[in-house]
T-cell receptor, first 113, second 111 residues
Framework: DSGVTQTPKHLITATGQRVTLRCSPRSGDLSVYWYQQSLDQGLQFLIQYYNGEERAKGNILERFSAQQFPDLHSELNLSSLELGDSALYFC????????????FGEGSWLTVV | LAKTTQPISMDSYEGQEVNITCSHNNIATNDYITWYQQFPSQGPRFIIQGYKTKVTNEVASLFIPADRKSSTLSLPRVSLSDTAVYYCLVGDMGGADGLTFGKGTHLIIQP
């Protein structure tokens, strides 16, 4: 158990809909990261927040957005969903602003039908 | 962007030592090298990190030559449970570069 908690674990929704994925980082960790993993694209870095502010941005679509709240939990919002958005979405956290030793949650499975 | 190149897959047998090499010819002065392990449908798990020479922990060793253009993850006496995908990441201690996973190496351990 990494200490990173993600909800929901599984989610099925229809195309065009909007979903929110939630992440609670390890206790004390200020950095939160979001990744998308699909069969054809591998593990893609989406975005990082540090203490409430965006720190680094990867291959995140404009239809996706994220934020980190004062209590350090984070949400990833996915809108206008397409079939290709079906994937495993991971949240990770670390105790530093700049660290590539990060701890992953178990992921949220999103299926778009 | 310090891209990495790893073998797509490797096979070995229980009890053997496995070495997975990662090439990173464009590594920058501030870049660290980090290895992760991922089992199916689970998040990647940190294995080891280094900057130069050799680093060893309870699960693996990481060998980095002087030019730092490659690194080798060494797993001693593997077991079936070491079957997983292993990722090499290279980047400075911040920014998207150091957080970008490549395709990884699918290691298959046979009895």
């Amino acid at each position: 158990d990494s200490g990173v908690t993600q909800t929901p674990k599984h989610l099925i929704t229809a195309t065009g809909q909007r979903v929110t994925l939630r992440c609670s980082p390890r206790s004390g960790d200020l950095s939160v990261y979001w990744y998308q993993q699909s069969l054809d694209q591998g593990l893609q870095f989406l975005i990082q927040y540090y203490n409430g502010e965006e720190r680094a941005k990867g291959n995140i679509l404009e239809r996706f957005s994220a934020q980190q709240f004062p209590d350090l939990h984070s949400e990833l919002n996915l809108s206008s969903l397409e079939l290709g958005d079906s994937a495993l979405y991971f949240c990770a956290s670390s105790d530093s602003r700049d660290g590539n030793t990060i701890y992953f949650g178990e992921g949220s499975w999103l299926t778009v039908v | 962007l310090a891209k990495t190149t790893q073998p797509i897959s490797m096979d070995s047998y229980e009890g053997q030592e496995v070495n997975i090499t990662c090439s990173h010819n464009n590594i920058a002065t501030n870049d660290y090298i980090t290895w992760y392990q991922q089992f199916p449908s689970q998040g990647p798990r940190f294995i080891i990190q280094g900057y130069k020479t050799k680093v060893t922990n309870e699960v693996a060793s990481l060998f980095i030559p002087a030019d730092r253009k490659s690194s080798t993850l060494s797993l001693p006496r593997v077991s079936l449970s070491d079957t997983a995908v292993y990722y090499c990441l290279v980047g400075d201690m911040g920014g998207a570069d150091g957080l970008t996973f490549g395709k990884g190496t699918h290691l298959i351990i046979q009895p």
